[in-house]
C-alpha cells in the first residue's frame, strides 16, 4: 500500500481500488481515503475464479481502465486495460518448500498469467529480476523498481518509553519478520545459542506457518507483534538486524534498519545482499558457524557497528517511496501510451 500512495501523491494518475467482499472493514486503517470497489466473491471464491476462468470482470462496476495492476501476485482479468503485474519474490517457484501447498498453487497460477499477459512485469530487485528471466519472463518486460523506508524522528521519550516497556538492554540484536521457515530463524537461533547466547536478541513479528513452535533459549526474547512507531523506536535503539532469510525478494526490514542508522547482519545469497550493499555484514544463510561469527561482531565490535550504521543511513537515503512511486507512475504511462 506504501507504493500505492507514493503515486497518488504524485496526482498524475486516478486510483481505483478492487477487492473481494468482506464482511467489515479492514482491520488495519492502511487505505487511507483511496477508493474502492468490492466484488460480490468472498477473496478465496474471487482469487480462484480469476485464475481458473478469468472472471469475473468488473468494468460494468469501475468502467473502462488504462491499467490493471495487479501488486500481490493474483492477476485480475484485464479486458478493458493493459496488465502490470507486480512479483515481489518468487519463492513459491524456486523453494516451494518454504509455502504452504494451497499458497504455491495460487502464486504459481499467478505468474504464469503474468508471463502470458502481462505488458510490464515490476519487480523489487534484481534478483527478483534475474528469477524470473529464468521462469520464461523475457527482459524487455521487466522493470526494477526498489522499494522505499522512512525513518520517522525519534525522541529520547520515546526510546524510554520503549526501553521501558519491552525491559530493552543498552546493546542488542534485533530480527524483525513473520516467523516462517525461508526467514532462518532456527539457524540464527543455532548460531546465537553457539556463539553469543550473552548478546540480547529480540525478534519482533508475528506467527506465521512452520516455525512457530520455535522456543527461545536463553538471551532471546520473543516480543510479537508491535506497532509501527514501537518498531521504529527498536529500529533505532538496536545494534543490529539480524537477518539471515534464505530467500527475499527485497528484504524491507534490512532498508528500514539502515534508514535508522542501523546496519544488518544478513544474507549474502539473497537481495538483501543488494539492499545492505558494502554497509552490512554478509554472510552465508546455511552456515550456522558463519552466522555465529557474525554475531560474536556484533557482541565485541560497538565501534564497528556505530561506523557500518552510519554508512548505512546515507545509503538508505537513496532510497525513496517517492522514488518508488515516481517509477510505477512511469510504468503506466508507459503502457498506456
Do not use: Q
Amino acid at each position: 500500500m506504501r507504493t500505492m500512495h507514493a503515486v497518488r501523491a504524485l496526482d498524475r494518475h486516478d486510483l481505483i481500488g478492487l477487492a473481494a467482499r468482506h464482511s467489515g472493514p479492514p482491520a488495519l486503517d492502511e487505505l487511507g481515503d483511496l477508493p474502492v470497489t468490492h466484488l460480490p466473491l468472498p477473496r478465496a471464491a474471487l482469487y480462484e475464479a480469476w485464475h481458473l476462468w478469468r472472471r469475473p470482470t468488473f468494468a460494468r462496476r469501475i468502467g473502462a481502465v488504462d491499467v490493471v495492476h495487479a501488486t500481490g501476485g493474483v492477476m485480475p482479468p484485464a479486458r478493458s486495460g493493459t496488465l502490470v503485474a507486480t512479483m515481489n519474490d518468487l519463492v513459491f517457484l524456486d523453494h516451494p518448500e518454504h509455502l504452504n501447498r494451497r499458497g504455491v498453487r495460487l502464486m504459481t497460477r499467478g505468474f504464469d498469467i503474468a508471463r502470458d499477459e502481462a505488458a510490464v512485469v515490476v519487480v523489487p530487485s534484481e534478483a527478483t529480476a534475474e528469477a524470473c528471466r529464468r521462469h520464461g519472463i523475457d527482459d524487455a518486460r521487466l522493470r526494477v523498481v526498489p522499494l522505499g523506508a522512512d525513518a520517522p524522528p525519534i525522541d529520547d521519550a520515546a526510546r524510554m518509553a520503549v526501553r521501558r516497556r519491552f525491559a530493552v538492554p543498552e546493546r542488542f540484536a534485533l530480527f524483525v519478520g513473520t516467523i516462517e521457515p525461508r526467514k532462518n530463524l532456527r539457524r540464527l537461533l543455532e548460531a546465537h545459542a553457539a556463539a553469543t547466547p550473552d548478546l540480547p536478541l529480540l525478534v519482533v513479528g508475528p506467527d506465521g506457518w512452520g516455525d512457530t513452535g520455535l522456543v527461545p533459549a536463553p538471551g532471546v526474547r520473543r516480543l510479537g507483534r508491535v506497532g509501527a512507531a514501537e518498531l521504529s523506536t527498536l529500529y533505532d535503539l538496536a545494534t543490529a538486524l539480524v537477518y539471515p532469510s534464505l530467500l527475499e525478494g527485497f528484504g524491507l526490514p534490512v532498508l528500514e534498519a539502515m534508514a535508522h542508522g542501523t546496519a544488518a547482519l544478513t544474507s549474502a545469497t539473497t537481495s538483501t545482499a543488494e539492499v545492505a550493499g558494502d554497509t552490512g555484514l554478509l554472510v552465508d544463510p546455511l552456515d550456522v558457524a558463519a552466522i555465529g561469527d557474525a554475531l560474536v561482531s556484533v557482541r565485541d565490535d560497538p565501534e564497528r557497528w556505530a561506523r557500518l550504521g552510519e554508512a548505512a543511513r546515507v545509503r538508505a537515503a537513496s532510497f525513496s517511496w517517492a522514488a518508488t512511486g515516481r517509477r510505477i507512475a512511469d510504468v503506466y504511462d508507459e503502457v498506456a501510451a
